[in-house]
């Protein structure tokens, strides 16, 4: 690894806090005397193949931030006053061990909630953290409808009996080059807008991969303008919230027009003809009233989606925060299933954790698999909402997050005494109702913060804050789908740790069994990556990637050569053996077992009252590439490219209520008002208007009660919850609330 | 003067500023300046309702990565752009090019 000039050089990959993102790319890390002085994309790593991304470029200045929290910190003023002073990694463990055992011994495991935010690194340690304490309280707090991939990732499990993702070549080593591959005629890409950023294990330039070198054509599902539907085939332009019924609208002309693939349905799939009859009551003229996309550009998208071939579906969060977005995803994994597209080369490929090797696990099966049986269904009985909804206990073994809110304020039906928060600013972050978050929150005995810098949340609530390593600074390891990775250990920054590192002390503090099971949490990705047949060291040697080996994490045609089963046979990992179009686990779990639309709990049909009063269509949490959700504000590279907390106004709008570009706006409902810069875009609707999430300012003053703006900029105060999917997934109101501008009149806002 | 050049394929380019913050890693530029800078161009189309396009330009500050270049390496806005649609070589091979591509352009920035 040596290169010139005492230049040592780490290949790596990516995770998590640095870049901020859901990650897997391959990264080279340039250090010298222990210092990152350089990151360079590693062009022998598939994912990206010498590419990077901005924030992984500013990686330097993350890193060596002068505000970058580098020791153990304990709260010495009162809670909120930002007053806090260092102390040793022993001394804050020795505390938290002792408060939390205290805790447990007083009112059981399940008083202590353990949150993290959105996909990331986080998900293994923080599982195994909570598991080992004994609690079954993780949770994504206040991401209102747990609306990030869960209900995706439900829809498809329960269809298919496994997940799915586009296919852009990413389980070959080879890629593109690969003869296996064939790029997609068409991409159909829903609630997404891929560039600015690699959401769920898909590195979202991979599309523009397909259109550039393989001519894909798109067909794009957005509400507003972006570059890709400037670029599309077809823009159908939908109301936001409203694609559960334009999904069932193309169902309706694929299968009146007899465009579905009559033989892989008849071989693979049952339910057909209850899914047809349901697709009767969704004609392409009542969805066209409902959406705003006119008839003929249903029929057309349609049409050209269903007779490309191979056509892939590449789908983002807007499916999730669709109201029942569990349906609306069920809905679309039916395009592509009822298309034939499942599991061939450019279609939507059956996605699992790369070799078999689990990180970061998603479901209540895998969650089984490490912790037995016996420990889940305990957990299970006290899990938060497990009573009310059966997915929490069924799919995916998480606390619900409207509800764990509720019971933290209420005390009801047991009290919550504390929070673990990891990696998850959730007051400038997911949090909606965030004031009411703020409040409930605040009556815990105790809360932890494990971060990278202060922010709204350390500084509102933490009684610790710990200081958590990017991933320049740890050793860890990924499976999300392909491939398989690990993350080394370039350098070290202070007294940060690895939150493996940080939550594996915490669990054998709380749990002797760790110990006994394990030395060192080296000892335990081994036995992790032990289904691989391989070792943290060699996966380093190797360059610290691996694509999965023929087999049942390995693409095409799975289902036909009897590698998805348990038994062996071939088909598909349900109970039939076939796509279940009409779920018999949705059934099971009392839900509609087809797919059905609901109108968006706001809007200008269900709620004509308000809508006079708030005219417009709040669409937040749009991506750019330079941040990542409320991360990278501090970072000078990043932070000059998006200086200010932008809302997107059309000129028609802005001139009906006397705005110009560069005022600034309160947006404003029922709920609060949020400061705004106004910027004036023809990319939104005139009834619409659209803004970043996540904004915070870290240049002001964190102690209360400023918190670092966050009440003036936090769009999410303005969501209102509980979201209110019957599946209890999907459905926050995050792209779907009505709201008004009014302007600011101040010299600067 | 350098007989190399960078074409770009606007097409291509979605804007995500990757090469901006290449080339401030890459030469130690303070924010607010860099070698490259990205444009963005919103406007009613004609095949389209709004066309969105960018336009990465190559600043005075570009020295087109003299020392990488030297060593064999592509420039570092090159190397990283998220859509591989910067090229950099000859201008008259890059001239070739060009003539193949439409809504393309073609840089010497020294
Ligand atoms: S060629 Fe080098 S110096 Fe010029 S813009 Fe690109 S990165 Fe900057
Ligand atoms: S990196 Fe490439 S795609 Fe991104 S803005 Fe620059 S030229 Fe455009």
């Known amino acids: 690894m040596k290169r010139d000039k005492g230049i040592q050089e780490f290949k790596t990959s990516t995770w998590s806090a640095g870049a901020g993102c859901h990650g897997g790319c391959g990264q080279k890390l340039q250090v010298k005397n222990g210092r990152l002085i350089k990151v360079e994309g590693n062009e022998e790593h598939p994912w990206n193949q010498g590419r990077a991304c901005p924030r992984v470029l500013a990686l330097t200045q993350f890193m060596y931030h002068p505000d970058r929290l580098t020791q153990p910190l304990k709260r010495v003023g009162a809670r909120g ?138 067909i794009c599902i957005e509400p507003r303008h972006t570059w890709l539907s400037s670029r599309a085939k077809y823009h159908l332009q939908l109301r936001p919230g409203t694609d559960g019924a334009l999904a069932l609208g193309m169902l309706n002309v694929i299968i009146q027009e007899g465009l579905y693939d009559q033989a892989f349905v008849e071989r693979w799939t049952v339910g057909f003809d209850r899914l047809r009859k349901r697709v009767q009551e969704y004609p392409p003229a009542r969805v066209a009233a409902i959406t705003w996309v006119p008839e003929e550009l249903i029929v057309a998208a349609a049409r050209l989606y269903a007779t490309a071939k191979p056509a892939g579906l590449h789908w983002g969060l807007a499916v999730d925060m669709a109201p029942e977005g569990t349906s609306v995803a069920q809905a679309l994994t039916h395009l592509w299933s009822i298309t034939g597209n499942v599991d061939i080369p450019g279609g939507n490929v059956i996605a699992r954790p790369s070799h078999g090797v689990t990180t970061y696990p998603y479901t209540t099966e895998e969650l089984v698999a490490l912790f037995g049986q016996e420990h889940m269904d305990r957990a299970s009985q006290k899990r938060i909402g497990a009573d009310r909804y059966p997915m929490v206990k069924g799919f995916r073994a998480w606390a619900h997050p409207d509800l764990t809110i509720e019971q933290i304020d209420s005390g009801k039906p047991y009290p919550i005494r504390a929070a ?86 915490m669990a054998r503090r709380l749990n002797p069994d760790v110990g006994r099971r394990y030395a060192t949490v080296m000892e335990l990705f081994n036995r992790r990556l032990a289904n691989a047949d391989t070792t943290f060291d060699q996966m380093v040697a190797r360059g610290c990637w691996a694509m999965p080996p023929e087999g049942a994490t390995k693409p095409y045609r799975r289902h036909e050569r009897g590698l998805l089963r ?127 999430h996540g904004w915070w300012m870290p240049e002001e003053e964190g102690a209360e009660p400023h918190l670092f703006g966050v009440w003036s900029y936090q769009i999410n105060q303005l969501i209102p919850g509980p979201q209110e999917s019957g599946s209890g997934f999907g459905g926050g109101q995050y792209k779907t609330t009505l709201v008004r501008l009014s302007r600011i009149n101040e010299e600067k806002g | 003067m350098s007989r190399h050049g960078l074409l770009i394929d606007y097409h291509y380019c979605t804007g995500c500023q990757t090469c901006e913050v290449a080339c401030q890693q890459e030469h130690g530029h303070p924010p607010g300046q860099s070698g490259i800078k990205v444009t963005e161009f919103v406007m009613k189309g004609r095949t389209k309702p709004v066309i969105i396009d960018h336009l990465p330009f190559p600043t005075e500050l570009c020295i087109l990565c003299a020392g990488r270049t030297s060593r064999g390496e592509l420039p570092a806005c090159v190397k990283h752009c998220q859509a591989n649609c910067m090229q950099f070589g000859l201008l008259p091979e890059l001239l070739e090019e060009m003539l193949k591509r439409p809504r393309t352009v073609l840089f010497r920035p020294r």
């Open chain 1, 81 to 218: 006053e930002g007053k806090f002073a260092p102390i040793s990694w022993s001394e804050a463990y020795d505390f938290c061990e002792e408060k939390l055992k205290a805790i447990r011994d007083r009112d059981g495991a399940e008083a202590v909630v353990f949150v993290q935010g959105t996909g990331r690194d986080i998900g293994g340690p923080i599982t195994f953290l909570a598991n080992n304490y004994g609690s079954p309280n993780v949770s994504q707090l206040g991401l209102s409808g747990q609306s990030c991939y869960t209900p995706r990732l439900a829809a498809m499990k329960s269809t298919v009996g496994d997940f799915c993702v586009f296919d852009a070549s990413q389980f070959l080593e080879k890629r593109y080059d690969d003869p296996a591959y064939s790029y997609p005629e068409v991409i159909l890409v829903w609630g997404a807008n891929p560039p600015p950023t690699c959401a769920d294990g898909f590195f979202g330039h991979w599309i523009v991969d397909c259109m550039r070198r393989g001519g894909s054509q798109i």
């Open chain 1, 420 to 505: 673990w928060i990891q990696s998850a600013n959730l007051l400038a972050g997911q949090a909606a109702r965030t004031k009411f978050h703020y409040e409930a929150l605040k009556k815990l005995e105790f809360v932890v913060v494990v971060d990278l810098f202060h922010n709204p949340t350390t500084m509102a609530l933490a009684d610790i804050v710990l200081p958590a390593a990017t991933f320049a600074e740890k050793d860890s390891f990924r499976s999300w789908w392909a491939p398989l990775g690990v993350i080394q250990k370039a350098v070290q920054v202070g007294e940060c740790k690895s939150d493996w590192e940080i939550n594996f002390e």
């Open chain 1, 566 to 692: 348990p038994d062996g046979s071939p088909g598909f990992n349900t109970p039939s053996g076939k796509i279940e179009l009409w779920s018999t686990a949705f059934e099971g779990w009392g839900l509609d077992p087809l797919p059905f639309y609901r109108e968006p709990a706001q809007s200008p049909v269900s709620t004509p009252e308000l809508f006079a009063k708030y005219p417009l269509i709040l669409i937040s949490g749009s991506r750019i590439s330079t941040l990542f959700h409320s991360e990278h504000r501090m970072i000078p590279w990043l932070r000059e490219k998006h200086p200010d907390p932008l809302v997107d106004i059309h000129p028609d709008t802005a001139r009906d209520s006397g705005l110009r570009e560069g005022d600034w706006v309160y947006i404003e409902n029922d709920l609060g008002r949020v400061r705004r810069k106004v910027k004036l875009s023809l990319t939104v609707h005139p009834q619409m208007i659209n803004t970043v």
